[in-house]
């Protein structure tokens, strides 16, 4: 079964960095595109960013120059650098891939960023 588990959220200081993970099962990971969302409290997911599978990235505007999108096949993961995280950024954020016409989701992980 297709199995997504993000992790390395946490609570972060205005201008600090994380590195979020999701690892991947249960599908063929190196030929899936892969994705990562966000929600922070009362609003719509949104898209942050794209890796398809021969490495093209994508990301939403409020981000771009921020954060990196990346994979490493042979570990079957998929992982967020966050730099220069703003108060803005707080939110439950999401791995999510679609192979084979469907789409899967993780449960999240939590992002904090608070003074």
């Known amino acids: 079964q297709v199995q997504l588990v993000e992790s390395g959220g946490g609570l972060v200081q205005p201008g600090g960095s994380l590195r979020l993970s999701c690892a991947a099962s249960g599908f063929t990971f190196s030929r899936a595109a892969m994705r990562w969302y966000r929600q922070a409290p009362g609003k719509e997911r949104e898209w942050v960013a794209t890796?398809?599978?021969?490495?093209?990235?994508n990301y939403a505007n409020s981000v771009k120059g921020r954060f990196t999108i990346s994979r490493d096949n042979a570990k079957y993961t998929l992982y967020l650098q966050m730099n220069n995280l703003k108060l803005e950024d707080t939110a439950d954020y999401y791995c999510n891939a679609v192979p084979n016409g469907l789409n899967y989701w993780g449960q999240g992980t939590q992002v904090t960023v608070s003074s």
């Open positions: 890796i398809t599978s021969v490495g093209k990235t």
